[in-house]
């Protein structure tokens, strides 16, 4: 089986981060991105994964080398010249993603993270037997997003309404697809909307279905949204492999800590807390709601919260982060300082306090 | 003294990468001393100064870019002003008057009797010749560019204080909290080979204090963080305060104008100064029109030949097209640097701004700033790949690459 993931562009919402890294390569707790849900597809049996990208190659393609080895699947890249919107890239991945084998592809949007319950979506789309199947997932606030307007009992798909101002459901289009190849002559290779062009056609020819995403679902392109993927993904880990998070007198709540990363004494850690690799926490921290990136060093009695720390920066002695603080790679916050919402780019040192949330270039 | 065989070394400080952020967004796209002023880059401006001096026998750039990114310039530079440009990178921090002394040996393979230093990112006239005419005429061991400031800015930089009549440098201190003068350090300098010397005694002076020391550990622990290696030399705290009131050091004043560009907002005040002397200098490189055969054109404007300008358009002042621009009817430029492959549509408007590469600016759209060159929203700043769309108003922003607005935005950074 095959697999398209789009990656797209630039990730300029999860800026500073992708100013250092391209966005699927960005870690989430503490695995980059793409690889959740390469893992996930291989888990079903997928047996090449293309990227549809137009962003940073070089150092995607690095990355691929090493982790078709590691995983045993391969993975190719589909580069647009130019943007191709949401149903361009199949078609330009079209040879990739068509074998004789006639079997269904998945397409997935590289931002959005669940529990990928892929080989559940594959009996339903058996089942229900429609040329198409996309994941649906409920939310509050259903007109921030794309509604999926469908029939509850037969899981058959009405229409698309982007962000309705009116309620007209509160399922919402979550980014996951399992599409027959005949899909692919739908699409012409142009800027072209999968929810705007191409899946309303299929909808009113009553060829596809809707399933409800089982568990949770975040879309984790911009850092509130990552902050707060990282809680239900921790909540979902206790479940399923809860020997993964760790434990001790100074855990509360769910928290991940890579096994090179070492902690002090007296420190407090979580709840919803990733550490990342190398990472050294020195005595009497306190971290809630947060995630520290590979090489970060914490020094002594700060205390950090609902913020991302990159890549090799360090924070201060008796530092406080918060409000969702987002520091990029190599920062340095010194001791003492206060950051409440400092969004603050690569290689910068932080020398007096930001008291309320601003962009520090 | 005198002879035609006095040759000249310039050397030009050009910073690195993760120095000075505060060139950026630009700084994301161009290393600063690649960005254009008045159409040109930077550094040429300093390396066309350099030229003016008789007997130039070699510019070395130094810095921590990597080769890649200035080999190109250097080799075009180097054929068109037909001068050997040489860039040199820097290992680790020397500090800046141990940077020139790391490469003392390929500074002094052509023997050079005088020795310039400049540092890229000053914006001045350069009186390079005349600068050293003074200085020969004292008889020192260097000279440093000066110009009086106003007393209230002069702590941000290095104060000095000179004797009026032999214009020997008598005292000099870094940023002082307090005040000394009104008199200030250029960053431009002309140095005899002793400065070599000097450098050496600096650091070996250093070496001499670590060894006589015999250091618990605990002091060795705080004397690491606190002295620096000793091969890393400051010209201004290490070089010009203790050699300053001993008949070494001398001043040369100028009288034009005199920035540092630290900032996005800086390079568009000094395009301005360095467009305004090339209505002396070289003002065929100046545009002109009157809106009937080619587009209309108010004071110093510098556009590309590349750039397509339509003649309905008006243009200027201060403003500075670079290659491949397409400017549409009906657009009005005041005060803003048009970086290359930037399209700007029919009757829009950009006030006070610098448009990133290969940016597209819409229909009606306006693009403004209240124009504070110091202030950190003062002037806007499009990234490259910047898309503003029709009618849309971008007003004392900065926008980094690769955004689209849709909507107006005010006072807002954009990531």
Known sequence: ?361 | MGSSDEKVVAVIMVGGPTKGTRFRPLSLNVAKPLFPLAGQPMIHHPISACKRIPNLAQIYLVGFYEEREFALYVSSISTELRVPVRYLREDKPHGSAGGLYNFRDLIMEDNPSHIFLLNCDVCCSFPLPEMLEAHKSYGGMGTILVIKVSAESANQFGELVADPVTNELLHYTEKPETFVSDRINCGVYVFTPDIFDAIRGVSSQRKDRANLRRLSSFEALQSATRNPPSDFVRLDQDILTPFAGKKQLYTYETMDFWEQIKTPGMSLKCSALYLAQFRFTSPNLLASGDGTKSATIIGDVYIHPSAKVHPSAKIGPNVSISANARIGAGVRLISCIILDGVEIMENAVVFHAIVGWKSSIGKWSRVQAEGDYNAKLGITILGEAVAVEDEVVVTNSIVLPNKTLNVSVQDEILL
Not at chain 1, 319 to 342: F, K, P, Q, W
């Open chain 1, 1 to 361: 089986m095959k697999a398209l993931i789009l990656v797209g562009g630039f990730g300029t919402r999860l800026r500073p981060l992708t100013l250092s890294v391209p966005k699927p390569l960005v870690e989430f707790a503490n695995k980059p991105m793409i690889l959740h849900q390469i893992e996930a597809l291989k888990a079903v049996g997928v047996t090449e994964v293309v990227l549809a990208i137009n962003y940073q190659p070089e150092v995607m393609l690095n990355f691929l080398k090493e982790f078709e080895t590691k995983l045993g699947i391969t993975i190719t890249c589909s580069q647009e010249t130019e943007p191709l919107g949401t149903a361009g890239p199949l078609a330009l991945a079209r040879d990739k993603l068509i074998d004789k084998s006639g079997e269904p592809f998945f397409v997935l949007n590289s931002d959005v993270i669940s529990e990928y319950p892929f080989k559940e979506m594959i009996e339903f789309h058996k089942a229900y037997g429609g040329e198409a199947s996309i994941m649906v997932t409920k939310v509050d606030e259903p007109s921030k997003y794309g509604v999926v307007v469908m029939e509850e009992s037969t899981g058959q798909v009405d229409k698309f309404v982007e962000k309705p101002k009116l309620f007209v459901g509160n399922k919402i289009n979550a980014g996951i697809y399992l599409l027959n190849p005949s899909v692919l002559d739908r699409i012409e290779l142009r800027p072209t909307s999968i929810e705007k062009e191409v899946f309303p056609k299929i909808a009113a020819e009553k060829k596809l279905y809707a399933m409800v995403l089982p568990g949770f679902w975040m879309d984790i392109g911009q850092p509130r949204d990552y902050v707060t993927g990282l809680r239900l993904y921790l909540d979902s880990l206790r479940k399923k492999a809860s020997t993964k998070l760790a434990a001790g007198s100074h855990i509360v709540g769910n928290v991940l800590v890579h096994e090179t990363a070492k902690i002090g004494e007296g420190c407090l850690i979580g709840p919803d807390v990733a550490i990342g690799p190398g990472c050294v926490v020195e005595s009497g921290v306190r971290l809630s709601r947060c995630t520290v990136m590979r090489g970060v060093r914490i020094k002594k009695h700060a205390c950090i919260s609902s913020s991302i720390v990159g890549w090799h920066s360090t924070i201060g002695q008796w530092a406080r982060v918060e409000n969702m603080t987002i520091l990029g790679e190599d920062v340095h916050v010194c001791d003492e300082i206060y950051s409440n919402g400092g969004v603050v780019l690569p290689h910068k040192e932080i020398k007096s306090s930001i008291l309320k949330p601003e962009i520090v270039m």
